[in-house]
């Protein structure tokens, strides 16, 4: 039972609200977040916002995992380039996303490219550095199991390392989309015109708190749905299928 | 006519924590004829696991030479297959996939892979589990998987290290009687790695002694076939050659 606890709290802001009267530029009722809610869907702001940030969400985490996942497998495979490169990873990954919107607005300018940028680079650090640590798990016996199958490189990437480091590139992806969406939110607030960000954004300058609400509610509820829709499949029906994760 | 030939065959390496070069293999000679079932038993650390290691190329030698049908062995190649201990297998594939890998390898065509799978698979007694994952299979079943994943490459030599240490004592007496089965129908030429002196014997036609990284002796069977434990625990020269096995290797 998802949805029970999320409804138990819609339910606590319903009695809430009212009961102590809390002023709507505080804090809207629920009805109010539901008039906003269906304002936005007919008038086409709210498909026009959440189509931008699902387009550069996509696109900076297709572009970050294609660049970061060849990357993590060589240096899983080279134990010098590894070591090297570790300690920036880890340091990258911790600054990942947010801390690079400022300089991201001077490269690209104020709109398209520096959000795309600051979505891949929230995914690429972290899923870059979880290939490696994937790739550095798959046991010595297995390599040389394909190896003496008769593997040469380009199957022993193919089919050992690739499906191997699986496990810590879904794991990699998660958190670096974590990343990203916070990144997102954060990067449309400065520097776009469209976007759930800058939804909420442009409400606060009006009071609008029922719109700010609602754009939070589409936050939360989209990042869950990308969970469940794209990621948790997906594990489901790779590793832990394989029994290389166990399910919580 | 000889297959595998070890000719003074040696390794030494740097142990870092002792600071100094340790020698874990002295001048091995051994020659292992096609067909032939080949038993190394030694205690730990007399560098039986070093040996096939070297055989299999997953690490270099120091000294002397292996050849396989007259070439000298360099790196890992399909022509020696090898079974693990650990079993090895590819978590992300089937057992199906897992046996045609080798197949695969050499570029054998989708259908004719699943064809020789599936054909050693019914050797294995495993048709039914084509479709799993090896996780979903108990130790022993996952190793018979091991086996014939090894054997379906049709290897020259396979090499097998310690396969039936980490399955329990029932189903390690199961898999040895079907390993005995599997080698008079396919006669495949085999070096068998063990600690365990009773299935050293129980399996070889020749039994390896080993010690400290030499070769102490080697004791030939002939107990008839096919191998079975009901028949083998009362008979006299089992007996007979695992006791005179067991004083070497104890006196080792």
Known sequence: MFVAPLLALVAVWAVVVPLFQINPRVFPSVGAVGTAALESIRDGTLIAHVGASLLRVGLGTLIGIVTAVPLGIAMGVSAGVAAFLTPLFRFFSVLAGIAWIPIATLWFGYGFGAIVFVIFNAVFFVVAYNTLLGVKTIPHTVRNAAASLGAGRWALLTEVLLPGALPNIVTGIRTGLGFAWRGLIAAEMIATNVGLGYMLFVARDFYRTEVIVFGMIVIGVLWLLIDRLVLVPLERSTIERWGMVRRA | ?252
């Open chain 2, 1 to 252: 006519m000889k297959t595998l030939s070890l000719r003074n065959l040696a390794k030494t390496y740097f142990d870092p924590y002792a600071g100094a070069h340790v020698t874990a293999v002295h001048d091995v000679s051994l020659d292992v004829q096609q067909g032939e079932f080949v038993s190394v038993v030694g205690p730990s650390g007399c560098g039986k696991t070093t040996i096939l290691n070297m055989i299999a190329g997953f690490i270099p030698y120091s000294g002397g030479e292996i050849l396989l049908d007259g070439k000298p062995v360099v790196g890992p190649g399909p022509e020696r297959g090898v079974v693990f201990q650990s079993f090895a297998l590819f978590p992300w594939k089937t057992v199906l996939d897992n046996v045609g890998f080798g197949p695969k390898m050499r570029g054998v065509p989708k259908a004719e892979r699943d064809r020789i799978a599936r054909e050693y698979l019914a050797l294995a007694g495993l048709s039914h589990a084509a479709n799993r994952y090896p996780n979903e299979l108990s130790g022993g079943m996952q190793q018979r998987v091991g086996v014939v994943r090894a054997l379906a490459n049709n290897p020259a030599v396979l090499l097998m290290d310690e396969p039936f240490a980490s399955v329990d004592a029932q189903t390690r007496m199961t898999l040895q009687e079907e390993l005995t089965r599997i080698w008079q129908e396919r006669r495949p030429t085999v070096v068998f790695i063990t600690h365990d002196v009773a299935e050293a014997v129980f399996l070889a036609n020749r039994v390896v002694v080993l010690s400290k990284g030499r070769i102490l002796d080697q004791v030939d069977v002939d107990l008839r076939r096919p191998r079975v434990w009901d028949d083998l625990v009362n008979d006299d020269e089992f007996k007979r050659l695992s006791a005179r096995v067991l004083q070497m290797v104890r006196a080792a």
